[in-house]
């Protein structure tokens, strides 16, 4: 973890000493040639025996092999008997013995921490061994560059320790602590030379590149976008953008083919920080292959996919409400499990695992969300051009769902159940239009926004840019990468 450093600290210090000790030290030979010469004072001339004190100590001092508490009776007569102008000799020891090692030093201890779910870091540094008082002005100079309410159950946090030379109290010296609430910002908070503490924020800059993931489904889209190099947060990107044009529980097979073009970016050692927005994906399976390109429209700023001829990658309703799922009952006419006999069934079933999330299908309204007989926990709802959707047997309602309720496409609703006239955990889906239930799995649904007549030349130049872009990247997390033609140091998005 990056951030306060004791032991890099205590060599900076001692490089720090090594130095000053030889510029006073040339200093006062000067100065004494001078005098001698002058004839006007022979005082400030090194006597030889501090001179000889002086010269091993110094040499020891920068071979880091003695501790300063042998040291520092060499350097004295410096201080006390040639050096009038030297700041005061106590300020010596403190800094030194401070952060070099010496037979009655404290003991310097790292200890990592993770915050407990419900857990403050006041307890945790109570666990810790530290006094309330300290903990409370440790805590209160960090509340200065950090509030202590974004701190999350899970950060991992350094603490630097040390032990109380020659006091029987077992409260341990707080010297430091450092954590990164995020990947480019970290927070340090160090003692100062007056027992008080100074918190600072870091934020680290990042250069943008493209990187690119191209490969073959032999396991999974998740499992093989990752061996080609993409990332969590790409992949689940990249659900989104082809949810409205795959059935992942029916539609991807071996054999189908993907290719990725997104944002990364790197670190001074080149190592990949985070990434970015996905600026082109392709999709070739069954059917013409699929294409779709980032472009936000220059009027409201709102981002979105597009294929070649500026169509909209979005649908009114998603395909499948659920990530994860398996499709276990098809729309048509089946025996009932429960009731043994023929008849309709107006939906589609999805097992999931109970409390698996269900998704709104589009933006909307909801018109009921309760029991409903042999539905169990039912939500509806409306959509526009005279689309509704349904969802039954659930295990629960998301926070905030109730009739009269907006949602938005994608928003979590409620979750998987098996309540109702059910004989497992599933999902019951439906949807309906103009009152007539139909087949969500095989609806041409209209596409989401349209770009204008003056909007489609700039979208047309974006994805000329994006192609452009795309056949320069090679596959993989190359060490060639290309910059982005619009990007900048990375910093925090």
């Given at each position: 973890m990056s951030g306060f450093d004791v032991n890099r600290a205590d060599k900076a210090r001692a490089r720090g000493l090594v130095a000053f000790a030889s510029i006073t030290?040339?200093?006062?030979?000067?100065?004494?040639?001078?005098?001698?010469?002058?004839?006007?004072?022979?005082a400030a001339v090194l006597e030889p025996a501090v001179a000889d004190r002086l010269e091993p100590a110094l040499a020891a001092l920068e071979r880091d092999e003695t501790p300063i508490a042998e040291i520092q009776p060499s350097l004295a007569p410096l201080y006390e008997e040639h050096f009038v102008y030297?700041?005061?000799?106590?300020?010596?020891?403190?800094?030194?013995?401070?952060?070099?090692?010496?037979?009655?030093?404290?003991?310097?201890?790292e200890a990592d921490r993770t915050v407990p779910r419900g857990g403050t870091l006041a307890g945790l540094l109570d666990d810790a061994g530290v006094g309330r008082v300290e903990a409370a002005i440790a805590i209160s100079a960090l509340a200065e560059v950090f509030d202590l309410r974004q701190l999350r159950a899970g950060q991992d946090i350094r603490l630097y320790l040390e032990t109380d030379i020659g006091s029987e109290d077992t409260e341990l010296r707080l010297t430091g602590l450092s954590f990164r609430p995020d990947v480019d910002r970290s927070i340090t908070v160090a003692r100062t030379f007056d027992d008080g503490f100074r918190a600072r924020e870091t934020m680290a800059r990042f250069q943008s590149e493209m990187a690119r993931a191209t490969g073959?489904?032999?396991?999974?889209?998740?499992?093989?976008?990752?061996?080609?190099?993409?990332?969590?947060?790409?992949?689940?990107?990249?659900?989104?953008?082809?949810?409205?044009?795959?059935?992942?529980?029916?539609?991807?097979?071996?054999?189908?083919?993907?290719?990725i073009l997104f944002e990364r970016y790197v670190d001074e050692d080149g190592e990949t920080a985070r990434t970015g927005d996905i600026l082109y994906a392709r999709y070739d399976g069954r059917g013409e292959p699929m294409d779709f390109f980032r472009f936000e429209t220059p009027d409201d700023g709102i981002v979105g996919y597009y294929n070649a001829d500026g169509e909209s990658a979005e649908r009114l309703l998603m395909l499948t409400p659920i990530n994860g799922a398996r499709l276990s009952s098809h729309f048509g006419r089946r025996r009932h499990p429960i009731l043994g006999y023929t008849r309709n069934h107006n939906g589609t079933d999805f097992a999931a695992p109970t409390g698996t999330p269900i998704m709104a299908a589009g933006n909307g309204v909801v018109q009921r969300a309760n029991?409903?007989?042999?539905?169990?926990?039912?939500?509806?709802?409306?959509?526009?051009?005279?689309?509704?959707?349904?969802?039954?047997?659930?295990?629960?309602?998301?926070?905030?769902?109730r009739s009269g309720s907006r949602v938005t496409q994608g928003q979590i609703i409620g979750y998987v159940g098996t309540t109702g006239r059910s004989t497992g955990p599933h999902l019951h889906y439906e949807v309906h239009y103009n009152g007539r239930p139909v087949n969500p799995m095989t609806l041409d649904l209209p596409t989401g926004r349209r770009l204008t007549e003056d909007e489609i030349p700039l979208f047309e130049a974006e994805r000329d840019r994006i192609l452009a872009l795309r056949d320069a990247t090679p596959n993989g997390l190359s060490d060639d990468p290309v910059l982005a033609a619009a990007g900048g140091d990375g910093g925090a998005q």
């Open positions: 030290l040339s200093t006062l030979l000067l100065f004494g040639l001078m005098t001698t010469r002058n004839g006007e004072s022979e030297a700041p005061s000799p106590d300020l010596f020891p403190i800094n030194a013995v401070a952060f070099r090692e010496c037979v009655d030093c404290a003991t310097l201890i073959t489904i032999n396991s999974s889209l998740y499992v093989d976008a990752l061996a080609a190099g993409a990332t969590d947060r790409v992949v689940v990107e990249l659900a989104n953008v082809l949810a409205y044009a795959i059935d992942f529980q029916r539609s991807i097979r071996a054999g189908d083919e993907f290719d029991r409903f007989g042999s539905f169990g926990n039912y939500i509806r709802i409306r959509h526009a051009n005279g689309y509704e959707t349904a969802y039954a047997h659930l295990n629960g309602f998301a926070r905030g769902i």
